[in-house]
């Protein structure tokens, strides 16, 4: 029986979140991880129902079997237990002086995406400087 797949939701409006899940993917050796676009969002509530859009727009998300979701650099830290060349990373990832820092390198990162995507030639028009969710998100 093969082992249940974490479910790794990015923005696929956003092309350093994009580039993110291309290397996350060629890391994947063992197949171990589902991808899912926030942009599609119906599927996205189908499946997580208590993710709220605009938060999963902010942060990727990691959803484990069992439901637990894990957020930004937790998320990353995740996605990167799974990954055959990373795991032995893993461990590392709790000592005190990263679980400080790691956090906030993420938030910046995530905060200035599309600052980020602009510069390395990928603009995307956005309100306020955040992209909606596509599909019948702000209908509910």
Same mark, same amino acid.
């Given at each position: 029986?093969?082992?249940?797949?974490?479910?790794?939701?990015?923005?696929?409006?956003?092309?350093?979140?994009? &580039?993110? *899940?291309?290397?996350?993917?060629?890391?994947?050796?063992?197949?171990?991880?589902?991808? &899912?676009?926030?942009?599609?969002?119906?599927?996205?509530?189908?499946?997580?129902?208590?993710? *709220?859009?605009? #938060?999963?727009?902010?942060?990727?998300?990691?959803?484990?079997?069992?439901?637990?979701?894990?957020?930004?650099?937790?998320?990353?830290?995740?996605?990167?237990?799974?990954?055959?060349?990373?795991?032995?990373?893993? /461990?590392?990832?709790?000592?005190?002086?990263?679980?400080?820092?790691?956090?906030?390198?993420?938030?910046?990162?995530?905060?200035?995406?599309?600052?980020?995507?602009?510069?390395?030639?990928? /603009?995307? *028009?956005? #309100?306020?400087? *955040?992209?909606?969710?596509?599909?019948?998100?702000?209908?509910?």
């Amino acid at each position: 029986m093969a082992a249940a797949k974490i479910t790794v939701i990015y923005d696929g409006l956003c092309a350093l979140c994009r &580039q993110t *899940v291309k290397w996350i993917r060629r890391l994947d050796w063992l197949h171990a991880i589902e991808y &899912q676009n926030a942009q599609d969002w119906d599927e996205v509530h189908r499946r997580y129902p208590q993710l *709220v859009p605009q #938060e999963i727009l902010g942060q990727i998300h990691v959803a484990a079997p069992g439901g637990s979701v894990y957020v930004g650099y937790i998320g990353m830290r995740r996605i990167m237990k799974n990954l055959p060349l990373t795991m032995w990373l893993y /461990p590392f990832l709790f000592l005190p002086g990263i679980t400080w820092a790691g956090p906030k390198v993420y938030a910046w990162v995530a905060d200035h995406r599309y600052q980020i995507n602009r510069l390395i030639g990928d /603009p995307v *028009v956005c #309100e306020d400087g *955040v992209c909606k969710v596509h599909g019948s998100a702000g209908k509910r």
